[in-house]
């Protein structure tokens, strides 16, 4: 008879547990060698949650990516920021503006096959538009009321006039959800089993660890190339780099600009920079030195922008010189602010300043929170500096700068990123600039008798001319610091087809392999 | 030990909890960083602030913030993450196992390095294999965990191992609906041997890059435990009877020296949990620690109460079982 000790017991099942664990590990290498259509993307940022119209992740650009793969938005954007249909093919407004109508396409489907209605359109947009259910932007929505559905087409009042708000419909928190599998799973169930319309389809979700998507073979805009794309969320740079270094991950973003460099050298990898919707600006706020003009205009003349694109950029930015880029709607390339450091220190010495009776104010910035923020802000301090300007720098959080900024009490000077995907002059100079505005420090009646009207100006022609009356004002007067358009680096192997979008989007529909 | 010990600890436990959670929620009030002013859309006025603020609460009075807070907690009620928008203590419960894993891990790599290590220095006292134990020990000590999580990705480029994950904690090729967040446990119990596999490839790095420092240190202690112990009668007794050396540092001294080893391992498990927020960031492991930044960022005031809270009902725990294990190891102990 087979008797077996305590020992023998532990040796026997350790043994097989040991076999069985490396044979399942063979497989797993075996499994993923003939796994050819899958896009692999070193993602730098986790999805926190999958309900895209609540909480912080809804106002998070960065992550509209991944949102855009599994939900259609009511109105999607070209890679030059132009506007398409999306689960809406028209859009406008009717009757002088008091009331809206929009078209909805007739062969979207849900994941589950059941069609995209007016219905689930106007659930959208009235759930959205509910401060109660969290959204950070519900008043834009509320701002449509009384909307019905007639067949596939949708008709709404007015009650606050927004000229941005169709371009909204594109931005964040657009993302439209199946009403019927919300209601049936709630919040908790749509968390861990989410379900969108968009080109993909969840299979697979590991908290903080990757998403796994399928292609909708049923998509209105035709089945992706990639049969599955996995998004592995790897927050750490150097961890990214490794991704695609060692073959791991098929394409990965916002890397050092070194480590860019270094990589599109390599065999097997094509680097991609794309200059996109965000730029590195500096707040100036109406207090102390700043209310005196010249100082802000030398401030402004004594930052040489390309030698910081060049040098701590490697290249990898644009000099900008209003807080539009060229692919916004209403920038003028006529509007310019040259680097001219004698003109600086001319206008200090005007104002009883030179390099050793200096100006002196704080200038606050970020490090490490956005590429070189720092180092940058270390080298406009070594300009400044030459021309009679002597700032000291103050390092702080970013959550400390947004509640700073929400109080206006922010320093003289402060570093930022504002980011406008939908490239709307409202959503970057009007915000920015707007004295109410939660989102601006500069509060001086003659720009805001500039810009308030022109929050409800009818007549688009009217309302683009007026902002670039406003961006020209604002460049004359130096009541803020453009500094550069930031550029998006993207690595990726060569057997891909990638283009940059300039919303600064990496969206796997988009990419193929190459044939 | 006895019942009324364990009774008491258990109770002492209340007022330290209370103590934490009234220190967290002064302190996160005190503390820059507005949660509302992180949320609001461009286009916000007044009114739809004031509306943010009233759906977290955060427009009452600190008193009422706290009475409510207190009020919540007693009924088991975490809060809901502002920038998540779902109840904490799922959240927390979540990724709890998952950091829970990692740790036990590290602990185990920890143990079993350290221990060789003071093993091997005690075996070959006096000759070069202890000074080159010693001088190991000290160089893993000086690098600190997250130095540790870096290095090995570098090594992992140079050295291309392929089947060497550095980020996340499942292979995304494995599909595994799981009841649990016990990935390790569970996948043996339900001898998903892939899975298992899978995980435990997953949490080698930010496990060694963990376990490196504490290994060190548990080295030292251990070894000097160990010296000390074999200057004992009960040793020379041993030595008298003919025991191979190898049996007498591993068998009779080992027991005797490793009550201090325990205590420290037992406090160095409070900083391996600490390790883990930067570690885990690293190398992307979905546990607590990579949460609380994510938190402190975005000055989550619920979530980052939840997770004070819940790592401090952690330290406690483990201090308590440290506490009982001296019993097992240490009989004179058991009735003291």
């Given at each position: 008879m087979f008797e077996m000790d305590r020992r023998g017991f532990l040796h026997i099942t350790g043994g097989a547990a040991a076999s069985a664990a490396l044979g399942s590990l063979l497989f797993s290498t075996e499994a993923a060698a003939q796994m050819g259509k899958t896009l692999t993307v070193a993602y730098h940022l986790p999805v926190p949650s999958w309900d895209p119209t609540t909480g912080l992740s809804a106002?998070?650009?960065?992550?509209?990516?991944?949102?855009?793969?599994?939900?259609?938005?009511?109105?999607d954007q070209n890679p030059d920021l132009s506007f398409k249909p999306g689960l809406l093919t028209e859009w406008g407004w009717t009757d002088n503006k008091t009331k809206v109508r929009m078209k909805v396409r007739d062969d979207a489907k849900w994941h589950d096959g059941k069609p995209v209605t007016a219905a689930d359109i106007i659930w959208n947009l009235q759930r959205v538009g509910d401060q109660k259910n969290g959204s950070p932007v519900a008043f834009i929505w509320g701002s449509l009321t009384n909307l019905k559905a007639d067949g596939n087409v949708i008709t709404g009042d007015v009650k606050v006039f927004m000229?941005?708000?169709?371009?909204?419909?594109?931005?964040?928190?657009?993302?439209?959800?199946?009403?019927?599998y919300y209601q049936q799973v709630g919040k908790a169930g749509f968390e861990k089993k989410p379900m969108g319309s968009g080109p993909f389809m969840v299979e697979e979700f590991q908290r903080g660890s990757f998403v796994r998507l399928k292609a909708n073979p049923n998509y209105w805009g035709g089945k992706p190339a990639f049969e599955t794309v996995v998004f592995k969320f790897v927050t750490d740079p150097a961890a990214r780099v490794a991704e695609i270094e060692s073959g791991r991950s098929d394409l990965t973003l916002n890397i050092p600009f070194e480590e860019f460099d270094r990589l599109k050298r390599k065999k097997g990898l094509v680097g991609v920079t794309t200059p996109v919707s965000d730029i590195a600006m500096i707040f100036f706020n109406d207090v102390g030195p700043m209310l005196d003009e010249n100082v802000r205009k030398?401030?402004?003349?004594?930052?040489?922008?390309?030698?910081?694109?060049?040098?701590?950029?490697r290249?990898?930015?644009?000099?900008?010189?209003?807080?539009?880029v060229p692919q916004y709607t209403g920038y003028d390339a006529s509007i310019k602010t040259p680097y001219d450091p004698k003109g600086a220190a001319a206008l200090l010495a005007k104002s009883g300043y030179s390099r050793k009776k200096p100006v002196t104010f704080k200038i606050q910035t970020t490090r490490g929170y956005l590429a070189k923020d720092y180092e940058v802000i270390q080298?406009?301090?070594?300009?400044?500096?030459?021309?009679?300007?002597?700032?000291?720098?103050?390092v702080y959080e970013i959550a400390k700068h947004f509640e700073l900024r929400a109080q206006d009490?922010?320093?003289?000077?402060?570093?930022?990123?504002?980011?406008?995907?939908i490239g709307d002059p409202a959503t970057s100079v009007a915000h920015a600039m707007f004295g109410p505005s939660p989102h601006s420090t500069w509060d001086t009646k003659d720009l805001d008798a500039m810009i308030g009207p022109l929050f409800a100006e009818k007549d688009e022609a009217k309302r683009i001319e007026g902002y670039k009356k406003v961006n020209r004002y604002i460049a004359e007067k130096a009541y803020v610091l453009p500094l550069y358009q930031q550029v998006q680096p993207v690595i990726h192997k060569d057997s891909l087809v990638f283009k940059g979008h300039v919303a600064n989007f990496v969206l796997p529909q988009a990419i193929k392999p190459k044939s | 030990m006895s019942l009324g010990f364990l009774l008491r600890r258990l109770l002492l436990a209340i007022p330290t909890l209370v103590g934490v959670a009234v220190i967290v929620f002064v302190l996160l009030r005190i503390v820059p960083g507005d949660p509302i002013a992180m949320l609001i859309g461009?286009?916000?006025?007044?009114?739809?602030?004031?509306?943010?603020?009233?759906?977290?609460?955060l427009d009452r009075g600190l008193l009422d913030q706290f009475v409510l807070y207190v009020g919540d907690l007693i009924q088991g009620d975490f809060g809901v993450s502002i920038s998540l928008r779902q109840d904490v203590m799922e959240l927390v419960l979540g990724r709890l196992p998952i950091t829970l894993e990692l740790c036990l891990a590290a602990i185990v790599i920890a143990i079993l390095i350290g221990g060789t290590l003071a093993v091997a220095g005690v075996y070959w006292r006096g000759r070069w294999p202890e000074a080159g134990v010693d001088g190991v020990s000290g160089f893993i000590l000086a690098i600190p965990d997250f130095l540790w999580a870096l290095l090995f990705i570098l090594f992992v480029v140079i050295f291309a191992f392929s089947g060497l994950p550095i980020s996340g904690r499942l292979s995304h090729e494995i599909r595994f609906d799981a009841l649990t967040n016990f990935y390790l446990l569970e996948s043996l119990v339900r001898l998903r041997f892939d899975v298992f596999g899978s995980v435990l490839l997953h949490m080698l790095l930010p496990a060694l890059s963990l376990a490196l420092p504490l290994s060190a240190i548990i080295a030292r202690v251990l070894k000097s435990s160990l010296n000390e112990a074999m200057t004992q009668d009960y040793v020379l007794l041993a030595r008298v009877k003919g025991f191979s050396r190898i049996r007498i540092v591993a068998r009779e001294a080992l027991r005797n020296a490793l009550v201090p080893t325990v205590t420290l391992t037992g406090v160095q498990f409070t900083f391996l949990v600490g390790g883990t927020v930067l570690v885990e960031k690293?190398?992307?492991?979905?546990?607590?620690?990579?949460?609380?930044?994510d938190a402190v960022i975005n000055r989550d005031l619920p979530l980052i109460q939840g997770l004070v809270l819940t790592f401090a009902v952690l330290f406690i725990a483990v201090n308590l079982l440290v506490d009982m294990s001296y019993a097992v190891l240490n009989p004179r102990m058991r009735h003291g």
């Amino acid at each position: 008879m087979f008797e077996m000790d305590r020992r023998g017991f532990l040796h026997i099942t350790g043994g097989a547990a040991a076999s069985a664990a490396l044979g399942s590990l063979l497989f797993s290498t075996e499994a993923a060698a003939q796994m050819g259509k899958t896009l692999t993307v070193a993602y730098h940022l986790p999805v926190p949650s999958w309900d895209p119209t609540t909480g912080l992740s809804a106002v998070n650009p960065q992550l509209m990516s991944i949102y855009k793969s599994v939900f259609d938005q009511y109105v999607d954007q070209n890679p030059d920021l132009s506007f398409k249909p999306g689960l809406l093919t028209e859009w406008g407004w009717t009757d002088n503006k008091t009331k809206v109508r929009m078209k909805v396409r007739d062969d979207a489907k849900w994941h589950d096959g059941k069609p995209v209605t007016a219905a689930d359109i106007i659930w959208n947009l009235q759930r959205v538009g509910d401060q109660k259910n969290g959204s950070p932007v519900a008043f834009i929505w509320g701002s449509l009321t009384n909307l019905k559905a007639d067949g596939n087409v949708i008709t709404g009042d007015v009650k606050v006039f927004m000229p941005d708000i169709f371009k909204w419909m594109g931005f964040l928190t657009a993302y439209v959800i199946p009403p019927h599998y919300y209601q049936q799973v709630g919040k908790a169930g749509f968390e861990k089993k989410p379900m969108g319309s968009g080109p993909f389809m969840v299979e697979e979700f590991q908290r903080g660890s990757f998403v796994r998507l399928k292609a909708n073979p049923n998509y209105w805009g035709g089945k992706p190339a990639f049969e599955t794309v996995v998004f592995k969320f790897v927050t750490d740079p150097a961890a990214r780099v490794a991704e695609i270094e060692s073959g791991r991950s098929d394409l990965t973003l916002n890397i050092p600009f070194e480590e860019f460099d270094r990589l599109k050298r390599k065999k097997g990898l094509v680097g991609v920079t794309t200059p996109v919707s965000d730029i590195a600006m500096i707040f100036f706020n109406d207090v102390g030195p700043m209310l005196d003009e010249n100082v802000r205009k030398a401030a402004v003349m004594a930052v040489n922008k390309k030698a910081i694109v060049d040098r701590l950029l490697r290249g990898y930015g644009v000099p900008i010189d209003t807080l539009l880029v060229p692919q916004y709607t209403g920038y003028d390339a006529s509007i310019k602010t040259p680097y001219d450091p004698k003109g600086a220190a001319a206008l200090l010495a005007k104002s009883g300043y030179s390099r050793k009776k200096p100006v002196t104010f704080k200038i606050q910035t970020t490090r490490g929170y956005l590429a070189k923020d720092y180092e940058v802000i270390q080298a406009i301090v070594g300009m400044w500096r030459r021309v009679g300007i002597q700032a000291e720098i103050e390092v702080y959080e970013i959550a400390k700068h947004f509640e700073l900024r929400a109080q206006d009490k922010l320093a003289p000077a402060a570093f930022y990123n504002w980011g406008n995907s939908i490239g709307d002059p409202a959503t970057s100079v009007a915000h920015a600039m707007f004295g109410p505005s939660p989102h601006s420090t500069w509060d001086t009646k003659d720009l805001d008798a500039m810009i308030g009207p022109l929050f409800a100006e009818k007549d688009e022609a009217k309302r683009i001319e007026g902002y670039k009356k406003v961006n020209r004002y604002i460049a004359e007067k130096a009541y803020v610091l453009p500094l550069y358009q930031q550029v998006q680096p993207v690595i990726h192997k060569d057997s891909l087809v990638f283009k940059g979008h300039v919303a600064n989007f990496v969206l796997p529909q988009a990419i193929k392999p190459k044939s | 030990m006895s019942l009324g010990f364990l009774l008491r600890r258990l109770l002492l436990a209340i007022p330290t909890l209370v103590g934490v959670a009234v220190i967290v929620f002064v302190l996160l009030r005190i503390v820059p960083g507005d949660p509302i002013a992180m949320l609001i859309g461009p286009g916000a006025t007044p009114a739809d602030i004031q509306k943010l603020r009233e759906l977290y609460g955060l427009d009452r009075g600190l008193l009422d913030q706290f009475v409510l807070y207190v009020g919540d907690l007693i009924q088991g009620d975490f809060g809901v993450s502002i920038s998540l928008r779902q109840d904490v203590m799922e959240l927390v419960l979540g990724r709890l196992p998952i950091t829970l894993e990692l740790c036990l891990a590290a602990i185990v790599i920890a143990i079993l390095i350290g221990g060789t290590l003071a093993v091997a220095g005690v075996y070959w006292r006096g000759r070069w294999p202890e000074a080159g134990v010693d001088g190991v020990s000290g160089f893993i000590l000086a690098i600190p965990d997250f130095l540790w999580a870096l290095l090995f990705i570098l090594f992992v480029v140079i050295f291309a191992f392929s089947g060497l994950p550095i980020s996340g904690r499942l292979s995304h090729e494995i599909r595994f609906d799981a009841l649990t967040n016990f990935y390790l446990l569970e996948s043996l119990v339900r001898l998903r041997f892939d899975v298992f596999g899978s995980v435990l490839l997953h949490m080698l790095l930010p496990a060694l890059s963990l376990a490196l420092p504490l290994s060190a240190i548990i080295a030292r202690v251990l070894k000097s435990s160990l010296n000390e112990a074999m200057t004992q009668d009960y040793v020379l007794l041993a030595r008298v009877k003919g025991f191979s050396r190898i049996r007498i540092v591993a068998r009779e001294a080992l027991r005797n020296a490793l009550v201090p080893t325990v205590t420290l391992t037992g406090v160095q498990f409070t900083f391996l949990v600490g390790g883990t927020v930067l570690v885990e960031k690293i190398f992307s492991y979905p546990g607590i620690g990579n949460m609380a930044i994510d938190a402190v960022i975005n000055r989550d005031l619920p979530l980052i109460q939840g997770l004070v809270l819940t790592f401090a009902v952690l330290f406690i725990a483990v201090n308590l079982l440290v506490d009982m294990s001296y019993a097992v190891l240490n009989p004179r102990m058991r009735h003291g």
